[in-house]
């Protein structure tokens, strides 16, 4: 791997990269098939993702003609890598054995280890007989949509393909390791003013919250739109407030300490409510949600932007979900994505269709509207929340510290790049942009 890296910090041709032999085995962090019953008994509190992530040398696998091979320079941890990490909802082996019967590419996937990670920032080292637009030497970012464009289905949205999976989650070889496999349907061109770090924290969750607000296919957001986002300082929060703002719209973003409400004032959100400090109590036991506690939630919204929200940004789930439905405005939206805090999901009816809201559900995003967030990202209207870093050897750390709701923004993870703040092709573009602007997070968090 050390001549990999001496030749991509040289600055090497795509020809020389080209011929640099692969190694045989690389260093992935990876669960075992064997320990997925480690924590039977345990509350998904008590799980420690440590305990399960293991780092340490797997098989590189032979290339199928649409893949390429990635030297991940950088990765970063989302949520899906603390659910395989604590085998919860369910183990993830299920789905690699399911890729496994699709097809003979398909069958690699099905190992006793799960290399995961669903981000990657790198240069490609060698593509498949198939790749048409990317080559050796090429800087990029991957997103996670994992579709066979062979189905039918893939073709109107891929997000609607029967077999659509997200890479390093529901595949194998993901990017939280110093080398991975991917479709070459999942490559976009590295954002040149940012770092490998940086440029690794985005593609999963901002293009998530892209296509729950901005593509075709979820909120639709309008310019004048009011936007109430939980978790304004999370992952695909803090895009989410980036996306209102850029779009014309008014965020009002919830956070749970007033240091999270600081970064999201410095953000430029002017309507912040501190959850934890307003003690909401939505459920006054577990089978029983308390109406008032909604209405008091409702009144502070009201109370911030004027008026009730044209859109509710949801994903913690069951906590907050009947709240979510409540506060909607009349003939409103409320786009959800997740069940963090359980998906088992009650809201009072009544409120839902006397009101005429609507309740969209969304799930990451396509090819197209993956790029359109990268081009974002690119030009400088939205920044990477890159809040912390990480080395590969210490990513058990990070993912605890993510399933303990402990980091703001998004957590980068070191893999080939030795240090932080490498990878920039363009420094004056990142002068024009502004220090200050992509720094945000990793200064004030
Ligand atoms: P994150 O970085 O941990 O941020 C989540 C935020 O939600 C936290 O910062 C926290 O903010 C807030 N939160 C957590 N529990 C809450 C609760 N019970 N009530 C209210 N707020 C709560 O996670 P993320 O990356 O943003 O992901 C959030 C969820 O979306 C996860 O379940 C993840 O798996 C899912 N997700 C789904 C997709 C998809 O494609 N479907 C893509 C990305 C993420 P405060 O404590 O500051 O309020």
Redesign the pocket.
Known sequence: MQEILDAINAGATGDDIANIELPETYRAAHVLRSEQEMFEGLESAEKDPREALHVGEVPLPELAPNEVVLANMASSI???T??TSIFEPMSTFGFLDRLGKESEWGARHAQDFHVVGSDASGVVLRVGSAVRNWKPGDQVTVHCNYVDDQDPSAHNDSMLAANQR?WGFESNFGGLADISIVKANQLMPKPSHLSWEESAVNA??G???Y?MLVGNHAARMKQGDSVFV?????????YAIQLVLNGGGIPVG????PK?AELLRAMGCEAVI???EQGYKFWSDDTTQDEREWRRLGKDVRGLIGGDPDIVFE??????FGASVFITKRGGTIVT?????GYMIEYDNRHLWMKLKNIIS????NYQEAWNMNRLIDSGAIQPVLSDVFTLDTVGDAALK??R?E????LGVLCLAPEEGMGITDPEKRERIGEDKITLFRRMS
């Open positions: 989302n949520f899906n603390v659910w997200i999963l969750c293009s998530t919250s296509r939980w978790g304004a300082t999370g992952g695909i929060g803090a919830v956070v749970s300490s999270r501190d959850r934890r994903h913690p789930g069951r906590s907050t994505c997740a069940a963090t805090s969304s799930h990451f995003a993510v399933h709701n980091a703001e923004g998004k």
